[in-house]
Structures are given as structure tokens and as C-alpha cells.
Nanobody, 121 residues
Framework: QLQLVESGGGLVQPGGSLRLSCAAS????????MGWYRQAPGKQRELVAV???????NYADSVKGRFTISRDNAKNTVYLQMNSLKPEDTAVYYC???????????????WGQGTQVTVSS
């Protein structure tokens, strides 16, 4: 069964760093765009950063210069390095990927279960 599994969330002080990881597992033909989204309490889910299979990236204005998205195509894994964290970065962070499973050969949109990031002193 195809799934995305996130790790790396937690509690960090303002100005600190965290690194999130998301690994796709299952019978995968190919993965196109991968990305991270976040949802804070009482707010809509928003884009944080995305990366194409070729390595092109796009970031939300609020995280530019602080967060870096990267991926390891051999491991079907996407990372989010978060530096200079602020209390307003507190949210549940979700991994997203556009995947073609070998079972169907149809492009699908897949989500991880989410990992909590809390920035607080």
C-alpha cells in the first residue's frame, strides 16, 4: 500500500531549527512534485514549499530565506530544513506528493498523516 510517512517534528525554541523528512513507500512507478504544507489551529492549510522531480523549488513568502526543501529521488524522500523558526511557524506540517503507482499507472495526489511543529519558549 502506497503511503507517505513524515518524521522530525517536535518542540523547538524561537530561532531554533528542525528538519522534517517524508518517505514515500509502496510500489511506485514515479514521483513528480513533492511538497510541504502546514495548517495552524483555526487556519486553512497553506503551501510551505514544493520541489519538482528536476529540483525546481517554490516557497511561501513567509518562509523564504529560512526554510529549504530538498529531495532524494533514489530514496523517494523529501526534506524540509527549517531554520530561524518563529512562533508563527507552529502548525501541523503535511507532506504531499504526486505519485504514479505501478498498480494503476495513474497520477494521484497523496498526503502524509502530518507532524506537529511547535515553536515556543
Amino acid at each position: 500500500q502506497l503511503q507517505l510517512v513524515e518524521s522530525g517534528g517536535g518542540l523547538v525554541q524561537p530561532g531554533g531549527s528542525l528538519r522534517l523528512s517524508c518517505a514515500a513507500s509502496g510500489s511506485i512507478f514515479s514521483i513528480n512534485t513533492m511538497g510541504w504544507y502546514r495548517q495552524a489551529p483555526g487556519k486553512q492549510r497553506e503551501l510551505v514549499a514544493v520541489i519538482t522531480s528536476g529540483g525546481s523549488t517554490n516557497y511561501a513568502d513567509s518562509v523564504k530565506g529560512r526554510f529549504t526543501i530538498s529531495r532524494d529521488n533514489a530514496k523517494n524522500t523529501v526534506y524540509l530544513q527549517m531554520n530561524s523558526l518563529k512562533p508563527e511557524d507552529t502548525a501541523v506540517y503535511y507532506c504531499n506528493a504526486d505519485i504514479i503507482p505501478t498498480a494503476t499507472m495513474y497520477l494521484g495526489d497523496y498526503w502524509g498523516q502530518g507532524t506537529q511543529v511547535t515553536v515556543s519558549s
